[in-house]
């Protein structure tokens, strides 16, 4: 759980520290890249939590969703229709869920009780 939230924690270290300025053009797409992908890494901690973590299907979610969300601000943009609200929603609902996972199961580590699932 430590290896990857320093992993986390450089990334982002190195991500800001080297100046890359995108165009402005290109903020949504990686607005919405960057979004997906914390969803991802959100999922996949709270998949290593319950140790279910899978490496493979961690970096193939990672990449694709990434990829499709600014596929989806792409569509939307030929379209001329503002889908980046939609992505937003999906995976900013998508996180605050797997969050609430987390703390439930982070809460409940030490009992011997049986967590039900929603989903």
Request: proline share 3%; net charge positive; glycine share 14%.
């Amino acid at each position: 759980m430590l290896i990857p939230m320093i992993g986390l924690c450089l990334g982002v270290a190195v991500g800001i520290g080297s100046g890359m300025v995108f165009p402005p053009g290109y903020s949504a797409y990686v607005a919405m890249g960057i979004l997906a992908c914390l969803d991802s890494v959100i999922g996949g901690v709270y998949a290593n939590l319950q140790g279910r973590f899978q490496g493979k299907i961690f970096v193939t979610g990672l990449f694709c969703n990434g990829i499709f969300a600014m596929a989806l601000i792409w569509l939307g943009n030929q379209l001329s229709i503002d889908l980046s609200l939609a992505a937003v929603v999906v995976y900013g609902s998508r996180m605050f869920h797997n969050f609430s996972r987390i703390r439930i199961f982070l809460l409940n580590k030490g009992k011997k009780e049986i967590m039900i699932d929603a989903d």
